[in-house]
């Protein structure tokens, strides 16, 4: 099970990786030919969307030796999914949106199999807030 969850966890970074690199290294005309003409969205938010997803995919590529940094990362990708789904859903693109809901899925599956790290997290964040006070 260990690796399932290891080779998921690398399938995910990649997907964002590459999804986030072909954003930010896409000329705005590109940009505004796939994503400002088909659904409204400005051409710096898609470079702004760009980088989050590489922040995310690099952060969760260290959650294999650090498990508080796969938290932070799944919250960022669940945010990201979730306005891809609702901005597609929003412009009347129905099967595109279903992409991001796909991967919506997956994030999710891994996040409750590294609902461990999520432990951790809430312990370190208890204590920390229990030791400001």
């Known amino acids: ?6 080779i998921l966890q690398g399938l995910i970074a990649l997907d964002f990786l590459f999804a986030g690199a072909s954003k930010i290294f896409s000329a ?16 710096a938010l898609i470079y702004t969307v760009g980088v989050f997803e590489i922040l995310a995919a690099l952060i ?4 294999y030796r650090s498990q508080k940094a796969v938290a932070s990362s799944l ?10 789904t609702l901005t597609n859903l929003a412009a009347g693109h129905v099967t595109d949106a279903a992409v991001p809901l ?24 208890r204590r920390n807030i229990n030791t400001t006070k």
């Open 1 to 6: 099970m260990k690796w399932v969850v290891r």
């Open 28 to 43: 705005a005309d590109q940009i505004k030919e796939l994503f400002t003409d088909k659904i409204g969205t400005p051409v």
């Open 60 to 63: 969760l590529i260290a959650g």
């Open 75 to 84: 919250a960022i990708m669940i945010v990201i999914l979730i306005g891809a």
């Open 102 to 125: 796909l991967i919506l899925v997956f994030v999710a599956v891994l996040l409750y199999l590294k609902r461990d790290a999520l432990k951790s997290l809430r312990f370190i964040l």
